[in-house]
């Protein structure tokens, strides 16, 4: 497989967009270094860095073949709305869509997606 790719949200097993990845191979649960935040946009969360506040995100690594990245990618409107970036995770790295947008002021934020 090509890349390691960390999911937050829609994409994560039980979830509404799972079956994008559903013929990759899972890694397993993963928490990334406490420098993140999910902030929920309605249907579905973003990923954000946030140095001074950040919390230990909640998701799931996968192993995504080169094809299934760049569907991926394409699904997730890369440069925009989210960007592919590096992210550090407990146990290592790997990659995740972060939101580049501006944050709407009134989002909830915290560590996993659904919101509790």
Not at 8 to 35: I, S
């Amino acid at each position: 497989m090509g890349t390691r790719l960390f999911v937050y949200g829609t994409l994560k097993r039980g979830e509404r967009n799972h079956r994008l990845l559903a013929d990759q191979r899972f890694v397993g649960p993963a928490v990334t270094a406490p420098r993140y935040r999910v902030i929920d946009l309605g249907p579905h969360p973003g990923l954000v860095m946030d140095a001074v506040h950040g919390l230990a995100v909640v998701g799931e690594v996968w192993d995504v073949s080169d094809c299934a990245l760049a569907e991926l990618d394409d699904f997730e409107g890369i440069p925009d709305p989210f960007a592919r970036q590096p992210i550090e995770l407990n146990d290592g790295s790997a990659e995740a869509y972060f939101w580049v947008r501006s944050i709407p002021r009134a989002a909830r934020t915290g560590d996993r997606w659904p919101l509790g």
